[in-house]
């Protein structure tokens, strides 16, 4: 299903549609076919002055031009006049996208979201960028954040992860969407989905011929390795990076952790319920614990 068939499944649409990082405007953009349909209406936003010039030559949507933050993004909504029920929300930003949206859905309700992930850091690994007012991406492996890091905000929203869109992307949508395709909105085969849609898709040796140094991450089965890898290379092998400096520093650049879920037993019943901790132990969802004993596990 393409994104003007799933759209065409909202009931009573506002036709309002929403591209954070929108560059030149073009057709490899998710949401591209949106921008320049007339039926649509919406607001683009790209900090490049350079490729706003030709973006306005390519849609008739509001433009924004400038730099979108936590700090700055109901501001801007606000003064675009953006209602509450956005048809279609895209962000491409290459940073601090995950804590752009979880502002936006603290106060607006997307329909459909397509955020960019960090397609190449997989479940249960939780990495995202953190945000800084001075941050510039510098073209290197560690940007954005992982799929399931993806997950805890999408479960936090009520938002299913349908599927991995374009290799890049996850495509999400609300719970009324859901019922009307008549599918449960909870995301709890994301390694499953990630495995078919990602690891699977072979097209990504070529689509993404850049990730072919680190697709080794790939194959490391063990999440406290993997982790231990990822951040040993951004912190200390980060040769990608064009910027004088290469390196990086976990908790002041970015985060990483594993996903874990803890389940509680009690004698004579099996599962009471779950919840999920970062591999910091630092508690997600809060519990008490009393008669029983608890086991925890990485999430694979």
Not at 96 to 116: C, G, H, N, Q
Not at 226 to 251: D, Q
Not at 280 to 294: D, P, T
Request: proline share 3%; charged share 25%; aromatic share 12%.
């Amino acid at each position: 299903m393409n994104l003007i068939e799933l759209h065409n499944k909202i009931q009573n649409p506002s036709g309002y549609v929403i591209d954070i990082g929108a560059s030149t405007g073009v057709n490899s953009d998710p949401v591209y076919q949106f921008i320049v349909n007339k039926k649509f209406k919406g607001l683009c936003i790209e900090g490049d002055k350079t490729k706003v010039k030709t973006l306005k030559l390519n849609t008739h949507f509001d433009i924004y031009n400038g730099y979108i933050t936590p700090e700055n993004v109901l501001d801007i909504f606000s003064q675009y006049k953006v209602p509450i029920e956005i048809d279609v929300l895209k962000i491409d930003i290459d940073g601090y996208d995950l804590e752009v949206l979880r502002t936006i859905m603290t106060t607006y309700k997307p329909k459909i979201i397509i955020a960019e992930i960090n397609e190449k850091i997989p479940p249960p690994i939780l990495f995202e960028i953190k945000y800084k007012k001075d941050y510039v991406w510098d073209f290197s492996h560690c940007f954005g954040f992982s799929i399931s890091s993806g997950k805890m905000v999408m479960d936090k929203y009520n938002y299913k992860i349908l599927s991995i869109y374009e290799l890049n992307n996850i495509l999400c949508i609300n719970q009324d969407l859901c019922n009307i395709l008549n599918i449960d909105c909870k995301n709890d085969g994301i390694p499953e989905l990630y495995k078919k849609e990602y690891i699977n898709n072979l097209s990504r040796v070529s689509v993404l011929p850049w990730n072919s140094n680190i697709n080794y991450w790939l194959d490391i089965k063990d999440s406290t390795i993997l982790k231990n890898e990822i951040a040993h290379y951004f912190c200390h092998n980060n040769n990608r990076s064009v910027f004088k400096v290469k390196t990086k520093v976990e908790n002041v650049d970015f985060t990483i952790a594993i996903l874990w879920k803890l389940t509680l037993y009690k004698f004579n019943q099996y599962e009471v319920f779950t919840i999920i901790l970062r591999s910091s132990w630092k508690i997600i969802q809060k519990i008490n614990v009393r008669n029983g004993f608890l086991i925890a596990e990485k999430l694979f």
